[in-house]
């Protein structure tokens, strides 16, 4: 996996939460940045782990899985239900 400098993984970060520290700043959270498919893996492997919410969950699964460019054939073998209309 390439490693990511401050600013692209800034530029790439795809949960950004703002909320006041224990010293009263303001702290930026930039979570599962996702600028290639090596970083889209990953971050579909860690996401159960996170402190993240369901919405959250889903926005990180879709952004990776459109950044691995899985297809109908691929989630199929995958085992991944598709939504119907």
Same mark, same amino acid.
């Given at each position: ?6 600013? =692209?993984?800034?530029? /790439?970060?795809? +949960?950004?939460? %703002?909320? *006041?520290?224990?010293?009263?700043? %303001?702290? %930026?959270? &930039? ?15 860690? +996401? ?8 959250? *969950?889903?926005?990180?699964? &879709?952004?990776? =899985?459109?950044? +691995?460019?899985? /297809?109908? *054939? +691929? &989630? ?6 598709? *939504?119907?209309?």
């Amino acid at each position: 996996m390439a490693k990511l400098s401050t600013k =692209r993984a800034k530029g /790439t970060a795809t +949960i950004v939460r %703002t909320h *006041k520290g224990k010293s009263g700043k %303001t702290i %930026t959270e &930039r979570k599962f940045p996702i600028p290639d498919a090596a970083h889209a893996r990953n971050a579909m492997a860690r +996401i159960d782990q996170s402190d993240l919410s369901g919405a959250e *969950k889903r926005k990180v699964a &879709r952004k990776a =899985r459109t950044k +691995i460019g899985l /297809t109908p *054939k +691929i &989630r199929q073998v995958l085992g991944i239900k598709s *939504k119907k209309k």
